[in-house]
Structures are given as structure tokens and as C-alpha cells.
């Protein structure tokens, strides 16, 4: 399984527009952080994106993403969703003879699926055809879990229910078989603020956790840094990651905030646009 960090930034991104802090003037590659997105790659090619901010378009293109076969969202704010035209390539791509057509699948939670409904109602209207917009089939998600979960070839996936504010959200779990005794999973817990015991169960030893950490400063609807910590102890994941970050502090001084308040043990680093981790494939 590959992962791609396509951006691990907050709903602004960094630099934010108009800003002269230090963080945004930065000219390090690990500063600029675009809306926050992740894409996971099976060892048999199959190709997921969780979220498609308004940075999708330059994601994909320096991910070279030229197969998708899912898309999952966390939920339906700006900075999720609102790159999702730019999926009318990879479902012009699905749908290569009308004899053959097939939507690209859209998988999220019935709020989040009405609310794309909703503010993208060309995309379900019958009236405006002419290969101008994307062809989606939405599918609720909160049918899969940890005994039923969502396969797609060679990934398992499920939804990880998260409270983001007095939202209900999804974090996401994709897992893949490497042998009959050992399975590599991906928790992506961005946006939340609150994670309860059911949902920390579902990842707990996730060979890696990408968490919501915004700044150091509390908010009302992300995790900061100390309890992003917190949560990334109970979780127990092999590798930690954080994500969604704001410009309060630059990736080496994050680095050196989670130095002076973890041991080594728990092998959490902030994630950074660009980053590529591979976990082991399948013999
Ligand atoms: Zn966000
Ligand atoms: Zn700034
Ligand atoms: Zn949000």
C-alpha cells in the first residue's frame, strides 16, 4: 500500500493568503501546505483519494493520479469538497463506451452526501449533459464496519465515526491483507475534536494514524497539538502523523515541540505535502 500526502494544511492552507508570519513567508517545501487530502494506492493498483479540497486539480497532477476507482469524504466542508469537478476526468476515464458506462463511487455519510447533492445540483441534474461534469454515484457509507466493510479489489475499508464541533464526521480506515496473518492499515482522522472509545477500537494499533492537529492553540472544532498527543497514545498506531495544520508553527518547529513533549516511543511526526510512505506489499 502507498500513501500519498497530497496536503496536510488547514481550510486557508499556508501559505494563507495576504499573510507575512515567518511560516508563510517560508521558503522551506515542508511550510506550503495545500487543503488537506490523502491518496492510497493497493499493491494491486487500486487507487482511492479520501477528500477533494479546492487543490485536488494540483494534488492529482503531482501525484501523477491517473487511475481512481474511489472517492471517500470526511465530510462537506470547502476545504473537503470543493475540488470535486475535477473528478470528471476519472469518470470519463470509468465510462470508456456508453455501452460500458460506470459512475465513479462516492462513498460518505448521509449528511455529507446530501449536502454534495445539494451544492453541486448540476452534477445530479438530468437537463445538462455534454460530458461537462462529472458522473458520481453517491453510497452511504455507514452500511460497512468492521465485520461488513467496504471491499474494493484488494483494499477493506471502513468509516470511523468522529465529532468535528456539533458535526458528525467520518475519519477513514483502508487495511490491506499482506499475508494470511498480518494486515497494514491507514487510519486518517482529520477534522475532529472529539474521538470516542468505539472509534479509537476500530484503528487502535493502525500501522499508521494521520490525526487532526491544528496548532497548539485549543479550537472549538480541531484537536491541538497536546491532544492530538493524547489521542495518538491511546490509538497505539506504529507511525503518527499529524495533519491539517494552520501557520502557527513551521514543520521543524512542530518537530521540535512533539521532541520535548513525547518519548520516542510514540513515533509521531508532522506530515508534510509531498511525503510518501509505503507500507510492505503482498508477496
Ligand atoms: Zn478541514
Ligand atoms: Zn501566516
Ligand atoms: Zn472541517
Not at 80 to 87: S, V
Request: charge should be negative; hydrophobic fraction near 35%.
Amino acid at each position: 500500500m502507498e500513501i500519498f500526502f497530497a496536503g496536510t494544511g488547514t481550510s486557508h492552507g499556508v501559505p494563507v493568503i495576504g499573510c507575512t508570519c515567518p511560516v508563510c513567508t517560508s521558503e522551506t517545501a515542508e511550510d506550503k501546505r495545500t487543503r488537506s487530502s490523502i491518496f492510497v494506492k493497493g499493491s494491486g493498483g487500486t487507487s482511492i483519494v479520501i477528500d477533494t479540497g479546492p487543490d485536488f486539480r494540483e494534488q492529482a497532477l503531482r501525484a501523477k493520479l491517473n487511475k481512481l476507482d474511489a472517492v471517500l469524504y470526511t465530510h462537506s466542508h470547502a476545504d473537503h469538497l470543493h475540488g470535486i469537478d475535477d473528478l470528471r476526468i476519472f469518470s470519463h476515464k470509468s465510462r470508456c463506451c456508453k455501452t460500458n458506462e460506470k459512475p465513479l463511487h462516492i462513498y460518505s455519510n448521509a449528511k455529507t452526501l446530501n449536502d454534495i447533492q445539494v451544492r453541486f445540483d448540476y452534477i445530479f441534474s438530468p437537463v445538462k449533459e455534454g460530458g461537462g461534469k462529472p458522473y458520481l454515484e453517491l453510497i452511504d457509507a455507514s452500511i460497512f464496519s468492521t465485520e461488513h466493510p467496504l471491499c474494493i479489489a484488494e483494499l477493506e475499508i471502513i468509516p470511523v465515526p468522529l465529532l468535528h464541533g456539533h458535526s458528525e464526521v467520518y475519519g477513514w480506515k483502508i487495511s490491506e491483507k499482506v499475508s494470511v496473518d498480518k494486515t497494514y492499515s491507514l487510519a486518517y482522522l482529520t477534522d475532529c475534536n472529539f474521538i470516542s472509545e468505539q472509534s479509537i477500537e476500530l484503528v487502535r494499533g493502525a500501522d499508521i494514524l494521520v490525526i487532526d492537529a491544528l496548532r497548539k492553540r485549543p479550537h472549538s472544532t480541531h484537536l491541538n497539538f497536546e491532544e492530538s498527543i493524547v489521542y495518538a497514545q491511546k490509538i497505539g498506531a506504529k507511525r503518527s502523523f499529524f495533519t491539517h495544520i494552520c501557520h502557527d508553527f513551521s514543520h521543524s518547529q512542530i518537530k521540535a515541540f512533539l521532541a520535548s513533549h513525547t518519548d520516542g516511543s510514540l513515533n509521531i511526526e508532522p506530515a508534510y505535502d509531498g511525503l510518501v510512505l509505503n507500507t510492505p506489499c503482498a508477496p
